[in-house]
């Protein structure tokens, strides 16, 4: 028998679809410890810097 499907803002199907999107990522060639990201973490796709062996990203553009 189908069950009601799960409606609440935090259901678990609609976190699925709400994650958060990497669209690339790039190491500095001359300074491997950083890079640069564009991913969607915060609602729309943003330049991120990267402090890759912590895995620290901090916000570089602001655009909504």
């Known amino acids: 028998m189908l069950s009601r499907p799960l409606l609440q803002e935090d259901a678990p199907w609609k976190r699925r679809f709400r994650a958060d999107s ?3 990522a790039t190491i500095a ?3 491997p410890e950083h890079g640069l ?3 969607n973490k915060e609602g729309a796709y943003q330049l991120y810097g990267w402090h890759v062996p912590s895995g620290q990203l901090h916000r570089l ?3 909504a």
Do not use: E, M
Request: charged share 10%.
């Open 22 to 24: 990497l669209l690339w």
């Open 29 to 31: 060639p001359n300074h």
């Open 37 to 39: 990201v564009c991913t």
């Open 61 to 63: 553009t602001d655009s």
